[in-house]
């Protein structure tokens, strides 16, 4: 899920209305990109965030026929569902076509922080159970390193210890995920990202952290001021979609 979190804690200054505005836009074409993708009878999951909520009406724009899409959140599904899209369990879609999403940090590897909002869970099952994963950004998310904090789901029985486990950490204060994980935050340096991606699910107590390999990802469209640039991940895909 794509957040502000990460970004606002690397910048100098506060961002104007304009800045906002034009943030606004490039998740916009991102999103326009990525929704161009979508065709006739596809199984698309659907991530979760502020940058898919410029996806969802992208998406029902097209008015594709025979879309059956799996959401990654509540809040994805209703407003999938409130624009017409056909929203079902991924049980009963199996392995899905694509799956779109955004992001909070990426770095030149192409190692990814997600879970602003909570759902990096879901996420991770979804991106995981698509032939191509598609991560949509405004240029602002792009990082020369990744940085703390890293999004926790946590098992509630015992979660004072578990954070003990993977000190420093802390809870975030959030109501508990759709699946009933509480969640916190790494907030450690993330020096090795597959190292530390190693040591978090190797905790007993974490359910699932927000760290996404790159082998994950099949591409990665970034929309700066001009216009969106496609890099591609480390995860094969099925032409023509990349």
Known sequence: MASSRATARQRQTPLSDDDDAAIAERKRAAARAAAELIEDGMRVGLG???????????????????????????????AARELGLTVESLDDLGELD???DGADQIDPRGWLIKGGGGAHTREKIVASAARCFVVIASAEKLVAELSPPVPLE???FGVGHTLASVAPARLRGLPPSPDGGVIGDYLGPVADPRELAARLSATPGVVEHG?????LVSLILIAGAESVQRRAGAKPSVAPLV
């Open 48 to 78: 979760t965030g502020t940058t898919v909520a410029h996806l969802l009406p992208a998406i029902a724009a097209r008015a594709c026929k025979g879309l059956r899409c799996v959401a990654t959140s509540p809040e994805t599904e209703a």
């Open 98 to 100: 694509i799956a779109i």
């Open 154 to 156: 946590l098992v509630p």
């Open 211 to 215: 760290l996404f390999e790159p082998e």
